[in-house]
């Protein structure tokens, strides 16, 4: 339990540090980039399995719907409406509403596998959900802002909801890889003739394999380990820690300074994830999250 905890939480940290390398890439093409970084992430963790002695498992044919759909919307589509929401609604806003992530994974990851909420993720899950909202200090939205948010932090539940399943039969290493080749295969067709493709600049090139190692490759990884030991609903409310981490990167960087607001909103965070993650997991999840291949332990 404290493995995976402690798993899922630096998986949260790592994206939402990474935000300002993210930056680097705005000017971009963004199909393509994403191709480029997930390619790279899919690379990393075929070689981590290779050299451990395992083997990368191959879906079923069940499983291909469910890895196309979380490629579609977790992780393609998550960034495309991030990107898009950000122009028609301030940044505070589309965190505010991304904070509900965690309350929608409590809820809907339970009833998916026909249990009742747990009590305790869903209190926890609101607790973050609070304390995101302070931390982002809201925002305003125009046009298609507000539809385009909700999007975004649907795509982001997505990216867990898809991967239940799949991680139980297969284990975490084995979909995160095959989620990164499928995105780096999607993105990199769509992107020929939407955005092109083109040589990165030194900051780019740095930026796409930071993204690639660091962020896919380890972050998505240690993700999916958590949730397959954890389940969706109490994994969920780490994902509160992603603008904590966002803040704490803008503050060391010097982009913004560190308000009382800001800091009573971490400490929510804080205290809702201690809330969520309290109790034992379920039995119903525990033999899943037993199965040893392809060993999904450290994908470092």
Same mark, same amino acid.
């Given at each position: ?18 935000? /300002? ?20 992430? @899919? ?29 579609? %919307? ?18 505070? #806003? ?30 926890? *899950? ?14 305003? +939205?125009? @046009? /298609? ?10 795509? =982001?539940?997505?990216?867990?909801? #898809? ?14 890889? +095959? ?5 780096? &295969?999607?993105?990199?067709?769509? @992107? ?11 900051? =780019? ?10 962020? %896919? !490759?380890?972050?998505?990884?240690? +993700?999916? #380990?958590?949730? &397959? ?5 109490? *994994? @969920? ?29 971490? %400490?929510?965070? !804080? ?21 040893? *291949? ?7």
């Amino acid at each position: 339990m404290r493995t995976a905890i402690a798993a899922g939480a630096l998986a949260s940290v790592i994206v939402g540090a990474a935000v /300002p390398v993210t930056g680097m890439l705005q000017d971009y093409p963004l199909l393509t980039g994403q191709a480029v970084r997930y390619a790279l992430g @899919g690379v990393v963790l075929l070689g981590w399995t290779l050299a451990r002695g395992g083997r990368l498992v191959v879906p079923r044919r069940g499983d291909w719907a469910a890895l196309c759909a979380l490629v579609a %919307t977790g992780m393609l589509g998550f960034n495309a409406f991030l990107l898009h929401a950000q122009r028609y609604a301030e940044p505070g #806003f589309v965190a505010a509403v991304l904070g509900a992530s965690p309350l929608v994974l409590a809820l809907a990851a339970p009833l998916a596998a026909g249990r009742r909420p747990a009590a305790g993720a869903v209190a926890g *899950a609101v607790v973050v959900a609070g304390g995101v909202v302070l931390l982002s200090g809201g925002g305003a +939205w125009h @046009g /298609p802002g507000l539809v385009l948010a909700v999007a975004t932090m649907l795509g =982001e539940v997505s990216f867990t909801l #898809f991967a239940v399943g799949v991680v139980r039969r297969l284990g975490g290493v084995a979909v995160a890889t +095959w989620c990164c080749f499928l995105a780096a &295969a999607v993105g990199g067709v769509v @992107g020929t003739f939407a955005g092109g493709w083109r040589a990165p600049g030194p900051r =780019e090139g740095a930026a796409l394999v930071v993204l690639g190692v660091v962020v %896919t !490759a380890v972050a998505f990884g240690l +993700w999916y #380990f958590a949730v &397959a030991r954890l389940g969706a609903d109490r *994994a @969920g409310v780490l994902i509160g820690l992603m603008p904590v981490a966002g803040l704490a990167a803008s503050v060391a960087l010097g982009a913004q300074a560190m308000t009382a607001v800001a800091l009573l909103g971490a %400490t929510a965070v !804080a205290l809702g994830c201690a809330i969520g993650l309290r109790g034992r997991v379920s039995a119903r999840r525990a033999p899943s999250a037993a199965r040893p *291949a392809p060993r999904p332990a450290a994908p470092r």
